[in-house]
């Protein structure tokens, strides 16, 4: 399986390198505090002598105060408040930063969660030049992304860790998010708004490619679907047309164009199936048409009872959508 | 307390006449005529009087019938902490399912119904209702009366609490547990995605412990704010007092909210009203505002109780009076308000205006003020003071250290940029757990070994005591501490698996390590506790030499509290006795349940009461509450039918009997 990177302290955008400036103010910061609060508990502890507990209680600070202890004691507490409100200037901070993202010439991308897969949207000003994917975002590097977010059903959540933290997916409520990927590389990203059964088995890589190389990916996307080569592909076509695939599937160049599962145009150029539940290959592909469920129980996929050398043509047919 | 000092009469003090007054074998012990008056000391005519008048019948119709607050108060503690185990060991369930990856221990449906039931029984069934249950306990004691103000309604409460987490629980056996998340987020707890009956008996839990929780705090804040022991000002009541004041308050004003959502999720699934369903124009955010309104002020009304014995642990075995008293109940008040300010950051991955989320940066940040004041409070407690280093300090010093790290995180995920990276992953997990646990949990094992002598007469047992606090504390850091790195590695919360190629493999078995050592430390409890209990040191009155007014008192003490209510000249009126002082009140009568109402600034005392008697009522009306409930949820009908057995419980424990009437009215004669 790919693992691709997702790591909030290894940043590859502008975004996430942002946060990781704001990580490094807050872990030191943290630190310190942590460690002298410590030092001054264990100095307590260590300097007050030890008495038994039917000791007579030292009872004078009821009538009399205490001006030195007071005076650190006060000390303390505004140092504290000094350090948070650099804090708080740190974080400000940030929080401008990620929104200055410079947006020009920015690619836009219609991102729908799903129960438990993503639908990704291509969009365009030219309608012939849209298309569909799922559970993959391919980005050029150094083009800043706005991507619109839709939930579909329950809420989920967009977070690839080494782009950009997170937002929501709210159905009823339409939100964006910016990043930049400034770093060729596969990242890996998965939902993160727990969104039920198959929560764990949600996610979506984010492909940064050098802009050549996403021209020529996304000028692929575009095409229809390349039409059956041999007698095998053609039944798998057939097939994938005649039996229950069709109900929720499309696959553009032929009549599967249901929209309730992720677009198989161009299935064979993606790293895996079911949203990252198993690798694309021929024979993970084969058991999971027989029976996703037993990879992720609880998919809306159902399985399909198929003989042997059907199973082999559908197989065949899916393989060639590259 | 002892009588020999002087004493003040109570017996001038005017009889409230609105209660029923109650008067049963004690009649016996003071002959016809005259009313016998307490005030005369332990082994008096009059103590043995109050004993026959405030000890319930035995059996198991006494047991049903009580409403002591002790009693209510252990009830409250012990069904707690069992579900606090219970709800462990689901936790436990989940860390061998994480412990490698594309692990098979357990499924998804299986596994969603464990972290709800975790998270709900955790906060709802146990954190909520054992503070709570510490206060019915400890704050009449503490206060120096003899039950809380509202008996009745806390043992309905407790009740409705038993009742509402025993059906949560037998839904789980039956496959109906909830599975939506402890936060049951619509629409994934809606009708539409939120299929069977499990988010309904999550719902009617959360009706059933809301209640509950009202009920218990609007009974301790009328304890608190109306029968003090006179003298006990504002300014001389005890630090745990006042921690439960606040929560109080804080519960009244949060708890709502949350049961407001529920029920508007409820209509939603039983009248299939569109609240929270888009499609119609309802909003699926205002659950998030209504849930986490509650939501967050629950963790801090879950945390000053804590707070407030680890303040009245600390000068105890410091041996001095609190350094900076009214800083504290300065930061446990701001702390309160504050709290209320803090919702939104569970909702920073939302689509909310960014303006307003800093706002919710600030005032995250603005809350760690008064904590860090407490936390220097104590520690120059410590430093001036001369240390006894018991288990309940022991415990207060692991709390130091992890609630520390808890707040320090906790400080980091306020702010909005780097919370957009940890919510909602392991990161966040782990600091909820630092919080929590460390700063709930340890005070609470803290104080059930400074308080378990008060409530059973017995000493917990101190060796086991340091071994579990280890255990516990270096279990504790090995199962929680790797997970902040988890979440930094991009592990979300509530997955069920993961795969190898995500390298979570590793710190994931070593939190699976460390839950192991955690589960060995509460087990040296039990053990520690089901020992003691039998043949533990005795503890006498007093064993810690504290400053406070449960420790003026029999241990366990007896149904009527304190032989005669004690006067309160200073802030540790244990430690601090003016010769020329009174030293108790004397003059209510022993022959029914009264009581000594105080005035609310100076504890001045002015009007007598009469407690309610104990009645078997509060567990039926309860009863009615949950089957009307389960009722609704079945059929719409059931809303409105179902409302007839509550009613007719209602009814009839509020009947008035003649015969107390009748007692009520003698005692409302000058004496």
Request: proline fraction near 6%; include cysteine; charge should be neutral.
């Amino acid at each position: 399986m790919i693992g691709g990177l997702h790591d909030v302290l290894m940043p590859a955008g502008a975004q996430a390198q942002a946060i990781l400036a704001l990580w490094h103010w807050l872990l030191p910061i943290c630190t310190l505090v942590f460690v002298a609060i410590m030092a001054a508990l264990w100095l307590a502890v260590r300097r007050a002598p030890r008495v038994a507990q039917d000791d007579t209680p030292d009872v004078s600070s009821l009538f009399e105060r205490e001006p030195k202890v007071t005076r650190t004691v006060w000390i303390a507490v505004a140092v504290s408040t000094v350090l948070l409100l650099a804090l708080l200037a740190a974080s400000v901070f940030t929080d401008r930063a990620i929104a200055r993202l410079p947006l020009a010439n920015a690619l836009h991308i219609e991102l729908t969660g799903y129960q438990w897969w993503w639908a990704v949207r291509y969009d365009d000003a030219d309608p012939s030049r849209i298309f569909t994917t799922a559970n993959e975002l391919h980005v050029p590097v150094g083009r800043p992304v706005i991507v619109s977010l839709a939930g579909a059903d329950v809420i989920h959540s967009f977070w690839v860790p080494s782009l950009h933290g997170k937002k929501d997916l709210i159905p009823g409520r339409d939100a964006t998010v910016s990043f930049r990927a400034d770093r060729p590389g596969i990242y890996r990203g998965q939902c993160a708004e727990y969104c039920g059964y198959q929560h764990a088995h949600m996610v979506l890589y984010v492909v940064a490619d050098a802009p050549d190389v996403y021209e020529r990916w996304a000028a692929q996307q575009r095409k229809p679907a390349v039409a059956p080569v041999n007698d095998e592909q053609a039944r798998g076509r057939d097939l994938f047309v005649a039996k229950s695939c069709a109900m929720c599937h499309a696959i553009n160049g032929t009549s599967a164009q249901a929209r309730n599962a992720p677009d198989l145009t161009h299935v064979a150029s993606r790293m895996t199936i079911g949203a990252g539940t198993l690798e694309n290959s021929v024979s993970a592909r084969a058991a999971w048409i027989l029976d996703p469920q037993q990879f992720k129980p609880g998919a809306k996929m159902p399985g399909e009872n198929l003989a042997p050398e059907e199973l082999a043509a559908l197989n065949a047919y899916l393989g060639s959508l590259s | 307390m002892s009588a020999d000092a002087g004493s003040v009469s109570a017996a001038g003090v005017p009889l409230e006449r609105s209660q029923r007054a109650r008067r049963k074998r004690a009649d016996a012990v003071a002959g016809s005529g005259e009313v016998l008056r307490d005030g005369a000391g332990w082994g008096s005519r009059a103590a043995l009087a109050l004993d026959h008048t405030w000890r319930d019948e035995s059996g198991f119709i006494g047991w049903l019938r009580t409403n002591d607050h002790k009693r209510i108060g252990k009830r409250f503690v012990v069904t707690a902490f069992l579900f606090f185990c219970a709800a462990g060991i689901l936790a436990a369930v989940m860390r061998m399912q994480l412990a490698s990856p594309d692990n098979h221990v357990v499924g998804p449906d299986f596994y969603d119904q464990l972290f709800t039931m975790h998270g709900t029984t955790m906060m709802f069934i146990f954190a909520v209702p054992i503070m709570q249950g510490m206060g019915v306990y400890l704050v009449p004691l503490m206060v120096g009366t003899r039950n809380t103000a509202f008996p009745r309604m806390t043992a309905c409460a407790y009740w409705l609490y038993l009742l509402g987490a025993l059906s949560l629980w037998f839904g789980f056996a039956i496959n109906t547990g909830a599975d939506a998340g402890w936060f049951a987020y619509v629409p994934l707890a809606g009708p539409q995605y939120g299929i069977g009956k499990r988010a309904d008996v999550w719902n009617n839990l959360i009706n059933l412990t809301e209640a509950m929780g009202l009920m218990v705090a609007v009974d301790i804040a009328t304890v608190i704010l109306k029968m003090r022991a006179p003298g006990m000002s504002l300014r001389r009541m005890p630090l745990f007092v006042w921690a439960s004041l606040v929560a109080s308050m804080m519960i009244i004003f949060a708890m709502p909210s949350v049961m407001l959502a529920a029920n508007l999720a409820q209509f939603d699934r039983t009248f299939s009203t569109h609240f929270f369903n888009p499609a119609e124009g309802g909003d699926v955010l205002i659950w998030q505002h209504l849930f986490w309104f509650f939501g967050h002020p629950e963790v801090y009304f879950i945390f000053i109780p804590a707070l407030g014995f680890v303040s009245t642990i600390i000068p105890t075995f410091a041996r001095r009076p609190m350094f900076g008293h009214s800083a504290v109940v300065l930061s446990l008040i701001a702390t309160g308000f504050l709290a209320f300010g803090l919702w939104v950051h569970h909702m920073f991955a939302t689509n909310l205006p960014e303006l307003g989320k800093s706002f919710f940066t600030a005032m995250s940040f603005m809350i760690a003020i008064p904590t860090a004041a407490q936390i220097f409070c104590w520690i120059a407690t410590l430093w001036t003071g001369r240390i006894s280093l018991r288990v309940p300090l022991l415990f207060v010093l692991g709390f130091f250290a992890i609630l520390v790290l808890g707040g320090l995180t906790g400080i980091m995920v306020g702010a909005v940029p780097f919370d957009l990276q940890v919510h909602d992953s392991y990161f966040v997990v782990a600091h909820l757990h630092y919080v929590l646990i460390g700063g709930a949990v340890f005070p609470l094992f803290g104080a059930f070994f400074y308080w378990f002598p008060k409530f059973t007469g017995r000493m917990l047992d101190e060796r086991l005591g340091r071994w579990q606090f280890w255990l516990f504390f270096v279990g504790f850091n090995v199962a929680f501490f790797p997970m902040h790195m988890l979440g930094l590695q991009g592990m979300p919360r509530r997955i069920y698996t993961y795969g190898a190629e995500t390298g979570w493999g590793t710190l994931n078995l070593i939190a699976t390590i460390g839950a192991v050592v955690i589960a060995a430390s509460v087990l040296l409890f039990v053990v520690n506790f089901v020992r003691s209990l039998a043949k533990g040191a005795l503890a006498g009155d007093n064993p810690w030499g504290a400053g406070t007014l449960e420790w003026a008192t029999h241990s366990p003490p007896p149904a009527f509290n304190f032989v005669a209510l004690p006067v309160v000249a200073s802030r540790e009126p244990l430690w601090v006795r003016e010769a020329d002082e009174p030293t108790h009140v004397s003059g209510l009568s022993a022959q029914t349940r009264e009581g000594l109402v105080t005035t609310v600034l100076d504890a001045l005392p002015d009007v007598r009461y009469s407690y309610p008697s104990p009645t078997v009522w509060p567990f039926i009306a309860a009863v009615t509450v949950v089957i009307w409930l389960f009722w609704s949820n079945i059929t719409p009908s059931g809303m409105y039918y179902g409302l007839i057995p509550p009613a007719i419980a209602f009814v009839a424990w509020y009947w008035p009997s003649r015969k107390e009437t009748a007692e009520e009215l003698l005692l409302q004669r000058r004496p």
